[in-house]
């Protein structure tokens, strides 16, 4: 797989010496990993027939397992929504968001997060864009997520009439965290995309912390390591909104966040934020940060 020059120049100013090493990963498959579907069946009793895939345990979910197998996709635990195909990293932002209360899924499609979310005690608005809707209900139909009402919105333009108790923001991004699983995103990776993304993300997490409770928490989360559509997007956020970082603890080894690029300087309280590399944890590369609104 080649990459192109603008990309090779990006991360080795973001990397230095660890380009190399980042790059190498880029071209490794991801490992399988599952979560298991607790609406349908707790963790122990599906631990046994699964034993033939050599669960090994995701330190920061505990319904997480890497396996070793193929097809998973393909067979009758699946379907019948008894877990759920998920990369690792994805499983993050809804343990970070710590749901409670009415929940809102911005930009929910196809539904791997917002049937996580589903699994904690909380009702879950789960919206996207009319064309990427039938994934999304498929999957909360299969995951058996009642607690789950879908809408229809563009997530920038978000209506309604009450707020909400915590908000996932799972920005649409250039994804490189997830070449390894799509490899053609390396391809149609460009700067001008990154500048087309940010408008659009810094509008998802404005309208998103608008729709938030006071002391209500924001996760804002991207499969993508571009610390314009990441550090800055929550730097813009910062500056102009009543609003405060929390530290995110989790057992897993992370990236020092990104506090200056290209002459930008970004809110000392950013280094607070989540950066993961693939190298780091043998996932994705993923950026979460959580917010919560001052009041």
């Not at 090994?56 to 397992?65: D, L, N, T, V, Y």
Request: with cysteine.
């Amino acid at each position: 797989m080649e990459f192109k020059k603008e990309f090779i120049e990006d991360y080795k100013e973001l990397l230095g010496d660890e380009l190399e090493v980042f790059l190498d990963y880029l071209r490794r498959p991801l490992r399988k990993s599952i979560r298991i579907n607790t609406i349908k069946k707790p963790v122990k009793e599906m631990l046994p027939r699964i034993e033939g895939w050599k669960p090994k345990a995701i330190p920061w979910c505990a319904e997480g397992f890497y396996v070793e197998a193929r097809g998973v996709g393909n067979e009758p635990g699946h379907c019948l929504g008894h877990y759920y195909v998920q990369e690792a990293a994805s499983m993050i932002p809804p343990v970070v968001l710590e749901p409670e209360g009415v929940v809102l899924d911005m930009c929910a499609s196809p539904g791997s997060k917002t049937t996580q979310l589903a699994t904690y005690d909380c009702v879950v608005f789960a919206n996207d864009r009319v064309r990427r809707m039938a994934p999304l209900q498929h999957n909360v139909q299969r995951c058996g997520a009642t607690n789950v009402i879908l809408t229809r919105q563009d997530g920038t333009r978000y209506h309604s009439n009450f707020l909400f108790d915590r908000v996932l923001v799972d920005a649409p991004c250039t994804g490189v965290g997830a070449i390894r699983k799509k490899y053609e995103i390396a391809r149609m990776w460009s700067r001008r995309a990154i500048n087309q993304l940010v408008s659009t993300q810094k509008r998802l997490i404005t309208r998103g912390f608008n729709l938030l409770k006071p002391g209500g928490i924001l996760v804002y989360s991207t499969c993508t390591l571009s610390p314009k559509e990441n550090e800055g997007v929550v730097d813009y956020l910062l500056r102009s909104h009543d609003a405060e970082l929390e530290e995110i603890a989790l057992p897993i080894k992370r990236s020092e966040p990104v506090l200056e690029w290209r002459g930008e300087n970004y809110h000392s309280s950013i280094s607070k934020c989540l950066r993961l590399y693939p190298q780091d944890n043998d996932t994705e590369g993923f950026f979460v940060a959580k917010v919560m609104k001052v009041g």
